[in-house]
């Protein structure tokens, strides 16, 4: 059974920094493409990053670039989102996704929450 475990939401003002982990079970990680996702109040989910398993290659939203970093430690079966310079505008429920194919994300986190104060 896979897992996908998010955990470092929280609440943070402007300009601030948070750092998500998804802890990843029940797949050969080091296979898998990560990425995240988010969803504000009234909203669709959003991509926000990925990283590829074999290339390493990273993807950003426009949003997000330059300010957020995504990393994984296969060797934990974990991937990070480390977000920086935080505005209001990045409030939303986060999730990790897990995909064997670039774009079929089909394993999905319970999501945390990230709200950024102004």
């Known amino acids: 059974q896979v897992q996908l475990v998010e955990s470092g939401g929280g609440l943070v003002q402007a300009g601030g920094s948070l750092r998500l982990s998804c802890a990843a079970s029940g797949l050969t990680f080091s296979r898998f493409n990560m990425g995240w996702f988010r969803q504000a109040p009234g909203k669709e989910r959003e991509f926000v990053a990925a990283?590829?398993?074999?290339?390493?290659?990273?993807r950003y939203a426009d949003s997000v670039k330059g300010r957020f970093t995504i990393s994984r430690d296969n060797a934990k079966n974990t991937v990070y989102l480390q977000m920086n310079s935080l505005k209001p505008e990045d409030t939303a429920v986060y999730y990790c996704?897990?995909?064997?194919?670039?774009?079929?994300?089909?394993?999905w986190g319970q999501g945390t929450q990230v709200t950024v104060s102004s």
């Open positions: 990283k590829s398993w074999d290339t390493g290659n990273t």
């Open positions: 996704a897990a995909a064997r194919f670039p774009g079929s994300w089909v394993y």
